[in-house]
């Protein structure tokens, strides 16, 4: 049987369905069976946890920013859903840095900060027509990650 047999058997298993794919290629790893590998799509696949890891991180963050930019501009509309909001988010972002610490130094990329800043004032401008809404972020991320903190007028 030459290399290419498994190769493209193992692709087309893989575009059909990757969870029969992954429980395979996680048999032949346990099984010490190296040369069957579909090394490609494994490198794509990791690759992916670490992406899937930032979106989570990217998305808990927009909406506990938009949460604190509601908080901030509509201190009359201030409620206990967005405050569970903002904890939930808090402690999802912690939970996540925990497990990932590499992930920390997303927090300290200005340009990151900045697409983030952006998704969560387009949220807050959709969910409340508020307006001329300050740029760049006006609080560091020890605010907006600190659990006893909430922007106030």
Known sequence: MSQEAPHTEQSATYEADVIAWANHQA?????????????????????????????????????????????????ERRGKSWLLTIRNQRKGVALRLKRTPSLK?????????????????STATAETGLEDL??????????????????QD
Do not use: N, T
Request: aromatic share 8%; with cysteine; proline share 8%.
């Open 27 to 75: 048999a032949l790893l346990r099984a010490g069976r190296f040369h069957e590998l579909d090394i490609e799509h494994i490198a794509d696949e990791i690759e992916d946890v670490g992406k899937s890891e930032q979106r989570e991180l990217a998305s808990r963050m927009a909406v506990l920013l938009a949460h604190l930019i509601k908080w901030r501009y509509q201190p």
């Open 105 to 121: 130094s997303m927090l300290r990329d200005s340009e990151w900060q900045q697409a983030i800043w952006a998704d969560a004032l």
């Open 134 to 151: 300050p740029e760049p972020c006006p609080w560091s991320p020890e605010q907006i990650l600190d659990p006893d903190w909430l922007p």
